[in-house]
């Protein structure tokens, strides 16, 4: 693992920050894996700080749903289920799907495509909507999470709520977590992975809700579908 200095200019909650951030993407990197143990000492080793924003770092990984803390033995990487993948799915369509109906009645009066804030806004998700989807075409999954997650997050903030856009950035850890190690398991994976972007952000800035619905259910559809293939696979492999 990379090494992290706690010296410096560095407080304890940026550090604290930090080792929670470099340890969120050694899970999506798959060199932390589903079930793998280790204790305080030994990431405080690793990185070369202290115990304690350590241990703090890992409490709210654990909060978060990526990690299950256990008294006597430390640490260790969630295991996620298909079921478990299904149900974040169904939780983020609730919420997304409310988000487009506040808009589609007029909730969100400040989301206008012709404000230059938003329109700004919107410039920079879409740019972010194309790097995901090159990395999507390319099948270059460490690329696409990063961009994807950057995406999303950005998105999301545009309607002005941050409470729902740190539940659904958290849902979509979640989930890339969940199918990750599979993912990473795969030969090749161009024309795998969901590319539609671009065309959401086209379809708010339009504020054509029904285009953005469809993009969304494309997007479920395809993320139920993936991870249904990966376990019959996975399933016929055994």
């Known amino acids: 693992m990379p090494g992290i200095s706690g010296t410096g200019a560095v407080t304890r909650s940026t550090l604290r920050q930090q080792i929670a951030d470099a340890l969120r993407d050694e899970v999506l990197a798959g060199r ?16 070369g700080v202290s115990a304690t924003p350590v241990r703090e ?17 430390g640490f260790r990487v969630h295991e996620y289920s298909v079921a478990d993948f299904r149900g974040m799915i169904e939780a983020r369509t609730l919420v997304t799907d409310g988000m487009l109906h506040a808009l589609t009645d007029g909730h969100l009066a400040h989301l206008r495509p012709d404000d230059p804030r938003v329109a700004a806004a919107l410039t920079g998700v879409r740019r972010r909507g194309e790097e995901a989807q090159r990395a999507a075409l390319a099948g270059d999954l460490t690329v696409l999470i990063g961009y994807d997650l950057r995406f999303w997050r950005e998105l999301g903030s545009v309607f002005g709520n941050p409470y729902l856009t740190d539940f659904l950035h958290r849902l979509r850890v979640q989930t890339w977590v969940c199918v990750v190690q599979q993912l990473r398991r795969l030969p090749d994976l161009r024309g795998r992975l969901w590319a539609g972007h671009t065309g959401l952000v086209d379809a708010l800035s339009r504020l054509d809700t029904d285009s953005a619905r469809a993009v969304l259910e494309s997007y479920d559809a395809h993320a139920l579908a993936l991870v249904d293939r ?3 696979e996975r399933t016929s492999t055994e």
């Open 32 to 47: 932390l894996q589903p079930g793998q143990e280790f204790t305080v000492k030994e990431i405080a080793e690793q990185y």
């Open 57 to 73: 770092a890992l409490v709210d990984l654990s909060a978060q749903g990526l990690l299950d803390a256990d008294q006597h033995r």
């Open 230 to 232: 990966m376990s019959a």
